[in-house]
């Protein structure tokens, strides 16, 4: 595929993924880690206005001078911008007005892409698609967020049974002690926070094939795993007792039966399936019962061939810090990935929720350990 | 006009007030005390089938059973609802099913007062329209509030400039030492808290004819009257450093010159307009440094024959308590003003946002003394 | 009395107030609403430096020039000061020096009694006694406050049981409908809050001759008081479901059995006793379970001369606000009273805490409608 | 030294540390993130009563059956405790009485030891010795924040002056690529944490071998890196924003010259001496500008041996998390370390409030990354 066809099924997917909303579904913000449908398809169309039309594009006339103020997400080298928590407050521009802005940048890229683009351009615009892919997923994941706190329980789409998955492999992995080397290799896109291929050394360990399912989870809770402090971390007995948590997000026991949330509506939790929805503090409270631990990422990276892997954002033991040699962008992009390296852990894998090829095993994907609205579960390490 | 045709036109106008609206527009809350243009014109339809139609119309269908959840406002005796602060979180029912919903209860009651009415139902209707008016008037502040926030400054109409108010006279009007009488009397609807006519005594006062402007505001202003404590109550103090208050709400200075943000646009501060937007705080520090002070709810009903009112809300230097022998309705509706006794002010008059003939000169409306986004101004007394 | 011995003796009393305490106990500030009994003592003695010895008595030298920035609570106009919240941060200067500090200060006043002392400065000592006055009230609340927070539940004053109170009279006293006046009049001291005697009209009403009691406020309490929102203002019913209340503060149901702390400790709690530590929203829920009310302050003021006050501040339904014709005076004592004029209930009478001859039937207290840590009662009206 | 001299001379050396204080001094709580002297000198007494003497000690009689209650930290297993932020509520027990405690078990261990101790008694020992070195130094810093909080700007001690340490190497100090191991080794006392010694592969990297200087701040400052966004951490510039923070804490820009509060009071900022109290955000920020980076604590601890440690707690950019193999102890003392890995930073070194002989190169100290309140410094990688 070329990158002008890349660029195109991209953009066209995001508005695909849209239509089973109602004009209402674009507006609302239910809480400041989430965004409005109306504003992610808005900024994914503000990063190749902002980082590609602008300086490649010459004589490009911004479609509309006030968006760069309303859609720009975190950049601070690209000027001030809405605080986070009130991009639900826009009613305005209109819905109509920001798929007309969407078209405007789609074509002027499309045009752009035509001709004869810069190398640095044609590397934003890698970036671009990659930005608005990993927005498709937040957009589902958003989307799920406001749909559940509604009290009627809003279907999406009943054909969109994202919930539906199975592990295909049992048993555990074993990886040898020794040397060896992760990060990043090749010459197709990554992000810069997978760079820097490095060595690392691994002692000797076994990796469960299998995610944790909704049935070992349900003994979890059975045998009192909520309850006894020694399975949990002490900001997880914290976080757990201010917001009243006693099962995985999404969850509700309906006259002694647990149903969950699904974009398709309420769904009987099924024991098979895999678990979702999990903090941090869940999956290590769990592993902590089983007296297994998490793998780090690193060993996640290196056994991961030997597993089926895609079906979660796995939650590992480590970190999100910088690989040795890490090394940001110049300017705004450099904004990218960098300075979110503080107190948040690495998840590998990928969701049913990330678009088609986004992922791969060098993937650093990365969250609070309270977080729980992306679609996370766990493997296990002895 | 009979009961029927002012039901209708209080329906319809509510809806008129909607004209100007793109569907976004109806679903955003930007503060707790305010609710999306949806909710407004949802909960005043409530209000009729839950209080009319629920109890008096014969084998009555709820429109949808959810709905009594969704769109009680603050009826503990009507069951649970939703908190107050996620009024915004609704992005279904979609506008559209709440029209149908209007249009429902709209013909229900039609069709009821069109039979034989219970004298209690016809009360009860007669509460509604008044209810639906008080609505009316929030769902214009509340959305000035809402279009304020937006970085885009949209206009709601741009013939409808609601600042355009000026006074017409000028002086002062005496009342002399006695007792009078205060309290609704007569045979037209009042609301309980009105009841109970009831005698004060009442010193000799000169109560202004007119109402203070921006311009007489922009010299309390000039002169530091925002910096100067001593003009102060103690509780504005705290209320103004911590919001940063500098100005009347929607006031913004831009190249040294005060604009406000209108239902019709940003427009330059008039002088000559009577002022808005100010808390009971900022009226009473105005008062004290002109060396005077507000009057107190009797005064101002005693006076109210001798001069024109009706252009702002004005604060009064009364507390919002029950009169005495105040009763209040059996039921639900028993809950409409009574329990808000306690820690708020008084305004009386009414303002360019108020439905026609819904005020009058006993009439006790009631906001804290920090609340701004009313229409509200203030009347000296010496 | 002469002056300077009502100066002396009610330094002495605060002094005696102090006299069961530890070190420790003089240090902690438990909320912001209450102060560290060495903040009182220092404070009170701070009062006459400031207002009085700085100004009066020639060539006076400070004890300590940064104690007007420590000790100052709350009067703008002179100067700078610490935070009100931050009182119980100040391990120095040590109780000790605080002792030394009073000592010189009140040395200095005597001394300057002992002269020819400015009828001003005369005036301003005779509030700075009814200053001290209203501290030794507050320092005797805060310490039970204090001790009550402490899981050991100290003993101030086995002999001081503060609970100790019955009503000796029972009935109700009716007052004629009428004109009245209410205001203090006479040659002693009283606040500026109290002045401007004025006329009110009054309805014809019976007022209980006796304070509600424990019992009765059980009899609530058993048939379900806290739960029934109907008895209750929309306030407290947050304020309730907030602070978890389900009892007057400083009850504790031990094993089926209710006990109150004291400033003696642990005591069960008595039917006949007289109810108190209760909040304006407690006391309006009570009236209303017993289809009556609170008072009005004027009511109260009126009715004071036909039953036997003093046992509990009683929570009236009045704001404080001024009367007509209040003048505040000119300086920082002009910050003394009206700047609180807003959201807070007027009490009237007295407590078992508030010093002997410091109130009268014009005495205006005032405290916010969820605060308990006084000795509040109520007393019915109908 | 014996365990018991190296026990006696542990409890002494704590009471030493309090001879400067006052009674007042020892009950204030500033932050929840600090303790009372007089809580961590009970505190301290009470893990041996709890751990040892409770179990160990045949027919042992609680000194007094309400301080587990109180001064029980966070050992869940140890039963219910009052909450953290509550500790400086307590004025009761007196510090006589906590001295009293102190003495009691400070005799009983004596006791103990010189009878035929239990090998896990030992070891709860030594871990006891060790637990109070570390509260040691809490008390140190705890009692800087205090004394810093106060206007008076108390000195703890004039010959104490803790700010004076200065470099006395240059230049960098080269590691070379390969496999190395860290973790403890050897038969003496060591926490959980550092043990499960393993290898680590570490690329070439160049260390500082002396720290930075508040000369070497100042210019970052001067150079204006509290502003530019693109040094800091995201979660930097929102904690630097919220606390209105631009410079290390305790100084203060007096007059145009930069002061620090010490222990020993205020002193003029020598370029010279080793900065200290700055958060990772800060030190990451530095580093960034010099554009180099923080050690991580692998790196450190092979590179501990070329250069002179122990001036300061280090800030490395590695996470608090489990050695490979971590395994925490059986009971309440494995609640010591394990729950708190999550969200920290691992510091290495010492300070100048470090008990002699408490840290190795092998200890992993954590703290947050905005925390300051620790004597924290910083040494660049290249």
Same mark, same amino acid.
């Given at each position: ?199 690392? %050394? *691994? ?5 469960? !094939? /299998?995610?944790?399912?909704? #049935? +070992? $989870? ?17 900001e997880g007995l914290h976080w757990k007792a201010k917001n009243n948590i006693n099962s995985p997000l999404y969850w509700e026991k309906i006259n002694g039966v647990w149903y969950q949330f699904t974009l398709a509506g309420m769904k009987k939790v099924d024991p098979d399936q895999i678990l979702t929805h999990i903090s941090y503090y869940e999956a290590s409270a769990f592993a902590e019962w089983k007296s297994m631990r998490l793998p780090t990422e690193a ?20 970190? %999100? *810090? ?5 090394? !940001? /962008?110049?300017?705004?992009? #450099? +904004? $990218? ?46």
């Amino acid at each position: 595929m070329s990158l002008l066809e890349k660029f195109l099924s991209t953009r066209n997917y995001t508005e695909q993924l849209c239509a089973p909303l109602n004009i209402e579904d674009y507006i609302v913000q239910i809480a400041t880690f989430t965004s409005p449908a109306k504003w992610h398809i808005a900024h994914t169309t503000w990063f190749f206005e902002e980082f590609v039309l602008k300086t490649y594009q010459k004589d490009y006339t911004h479609f509309d001078d006030d968006f760069n103020f309303i859609f720009n997400s975190y950049y601070n080298n690209s000027g001030k911008r809405i605080s986070r928590s009130d991009r639900g407050y826009l009613t305005r521009p209109t819905v109509e007005r920001i798929y007309e802005y969407r078209k405007y940048v789609t074509e002027a890229i499309q045009i752009y892409l035509e001709g004869n683009p810069d190398e640095k351009a044609i590397e934003l615009i890698t970036l671009g698609i990659n930005h608005e892919e990993q927005h498709q997923e937040l957009l589902i994941t958003d989307l799920k967020f406001m749909f559940a706190s509604n009290p009627l329980h809003p279907i999406y789409d009943a054909k969109f049974d994202i919930i539906n998955s199975k592990n295909t492999e049992t048993g555990f992995a074993s990886v040898q002690e020794g040397v060896y080397e992760i990060g990043y290799q090749g010459n197709d896109f990554c992000y810069d926070n997978e760079l820097g291929r490095h060595k690392v %050394y *691994l002692n000797d360990f076994e990796i469960s !094939k /299998s995610l944790v399912t909704n #049935g +070992e $989870y349900l003994e979890f809770m059975e045998a009192g795993g909520y309850e006894d402090f020694n399975f949990w971390l002490e900001e997880g007995l914290h976080w757990k007792a201010k917001n009243n948590i006693n099962s995985p997000l999404y969850w509700e026991k309906i006259n002694g039966v647990w149903y969950q949330f699904t974009l398709a509506g309420m769904k009987k939790v099924d024991p098979d399936q895999i678990l979702t929805h999990i903090s941090y503090y869940e999956a290590s409270a769990f592993a902590e019962w089983k007296s297994m631990r998490l793998p780090t990422e690193a060993e996640w990276e290196i056994a991961s061939q030997q597993f089926d892997w895609g079906q979660r954002w796995e939650w590992t033991n480590s970190a %999100y *810090l910088a690989y040795p040699n890490f090394k !940001k /962008s110049e300017g705004a992009v #450099g +904004e $990218y990935n960098g300075k979110f390296m503080d107190k948040q852990k690495v998840l590998r894998g990928a969701s049913v929720a990330t678009s088609k090829n986004h992922s791969r095993p060098t993937y650093r994907n990365f969250f609070y350990s309270e977080e729980r609205w992306q679609f996370t579960g766990l493997r296990l390490v002895k």
